[in-house]
């Protein structure tokens, strides 16, 4: 087979050395990202915290993900993903170690840090593998197979952890994560094949001074600030604060609750293969990825808005919609990645990365700050709370938005 066709390929044999096994990391790296929302009222109860210490503690992950970023940007384009990624995978199980033999909020911080750390290269390694093995027209297709996998490993941190919680309890879930983490490192790095690093020749100083022309470039910041502050505002949902709302706004019990977030991550990791696989289509139909881009985000933050206003019936239905199209947001890394050499590429995702995990961070520890302004009643925050930090975020987010709309698809085209 010759042409285009061809050329679009993914091979099964790639697939299973490349993909696979950076997928069997991210699964974890999602998993670890959302555990949280299902454990949050056991920690807040053996160790005493309110709802801003676990809101600190649980966006420790993305403090130490996003302080990781631009220099994982530099390590992937110059030593390559396997290594890097399996190294860190290590850190990972460290972290999760920590947190299982915690014994009081600092150890607990300290080993959700490491973590965040030690999963900071999951997306952004793997990435940077597909670019290097795979035809840049089917990018969209990965990425959003690849965030359909961790949106599994999302999944399974809801009903299915709170399963796993009766028979060993939240440290021992975390003494399995950690073994896990370990055998997803000696996964990749055994498994993952090298290949020539273009740009490997480049100095320190020149890999790093490239973070100026990404920065620099204003197409950037339009594609990538929407990602950034719909995703952000999503992940310090998903991984905390949703449950703490669907308990005390829409009164749900807790069994109730594991269901609404096993179907919202459900929803998750549907969206994502959706959305990566429909817009490589319809853009071989003449359909822009701008144009889906744009569509994904309207309506996600039209769902959030729904939250955010404290409607209350259909929450099952508005969750899956919120949960569904907010990957959509992903399409970013697709509209940017023709914009700038491949050599760049580590550089060019960790640097949307640092942007998005920094928001997480503070967005995450932010709501908790606000819910602290009202009394805790029975262990429950007030919804005056949560309507005054979501509506911050939500204007935060629509302002992202509105700047890009206007954005033509040629726009986004390396020039």
Known sequence: MTG??????????LLMAVFAPFAAGYFLSYFFRNVNAVISRDLAREFSLAPSDL??????????????????????DRFGPRRVVASLMCIAAAGALTFGLAEGFLALTIGRALIGFGVAGGLMGAMKAFTLWFPPSRLATLNGLYIGVGGIGGLAATAPAEMLLGPVGWRGLFFGLAALSLGAAALIFTAVPEKPLPGRGDSLGAQIAAFRTVFGAQVFWRIALPFVTTHAVYQ???????????YDVAGLARGTVATHLFWAAAAYAAGSVFFGTAADRLARAGIPHMTMYKL???????????????????????????????ISAALAFALLAPRFPVAM??????????????????CQWGIGAVLRLWPVADGQYAPEGYSAAFLVLGLVQLA?????????????KFT
């Open 55 to 76: 809101g600190l503690l649980t966006a420790a992950y993305f403090f130490a993900f996003a302080a990781f970023q631009l220099p994982l940007g530099v390590l992937l």
């Open 296 to 326: 994904g985000l309207s309506i996600t933050i039209g769902a959030f808005a729904c939250l955010a206003a404290g409607v209350t019936m259909g929450v099952q239905a508005i969750v899956m919609v919120y949960g569904f199209c907010s």
């Open 345 to 362: 590429s580590g550089r060019v995702t960790t640097s949307v990365n640092v942007l998005m995990f920094g928001g997480s961070f503070v």
């Open 400 to 412: 992202s938005l509105v700047w890009l709309l206007p954005m033509r698809a040629q726009e986004a």
């Open 4 to 13: 285009p066709a061809a050329q679009d390929r993914l091979p099964a044999r």
């Open 236 to 246: 310090a949902l998903a991984g905390l604060w949703l449950a703490p709302w669907l």
